[in-house]
């Protein structure tokens, strides 16, 4: 998989996914995926429910070491049963594998997931994941827009 067919998946499998490429110099070659089908809300409103990261942030989130080659990483915002569903509460995962859904290193306390350079056969893995998270974010917009 690369990210090109995965930005693609999500805008024709996730209706009113705006999918924002990072504006700020901080973010720029990352993918954010935002339910926003009217584009109208606030910048505070606008939570991603999966992202593509393609670099380390120094002092923040270096625990997957994407600053090598090539090396880039899918997170999925599922939430924490999702997450806990999956993965054991005491295991460890190596933050730096490729093709490989672990836990965030970062965020998984708030339910994310994430891979490293998924492969075909991982992104069908991760697809369930995407809907699911889809469905949070959508469900939350809608709750706001009430």
């Known amino acids: 998989m690369d990210q090109d067919a995965i930005r693609a998946y999500v805008a024709d499998a996730c209706p009113g996914t705006n999918v924002v490429d ?3 110099e901080i973010a720029v070659g990352d993918t954010f995926f935002i339910y926003d089908p009217a584009r109208d809300l606030p910048d505070g409103q606008q939570m991603p429910f999966a992202t593509i990261v393609t670099k ?8 997957s070491n994407l600053n090598r080659e090539g090396v880039w990483r899918l997170n999925v915002g599922v939430g924490r049963e999702t997450l806990r569903s999956l993965f054991a509460e005491d295991a460890t995962h190596d933050a730096t594998a490729l093709d490989r859904l672990m836990p965030h290193p970062i965020y998984a306390t708030q339910g994310w997931v994430c891979v490293l350079n998924p492969s075909a056969e991982t992104f069908e893995r991760v697809k369930p994941l995407l809907r699911e998270a889809y469905e949070i974010a959508k469900a939350r917009v809608e709750r ?3």
């Open 22 to 24: 990072g504006t700020i």
């Open 56 to 63: 380390d942030y120094p002092g923040w989130d270096e625990a």
């Open 144 to 146: 706001r827009r009430k």
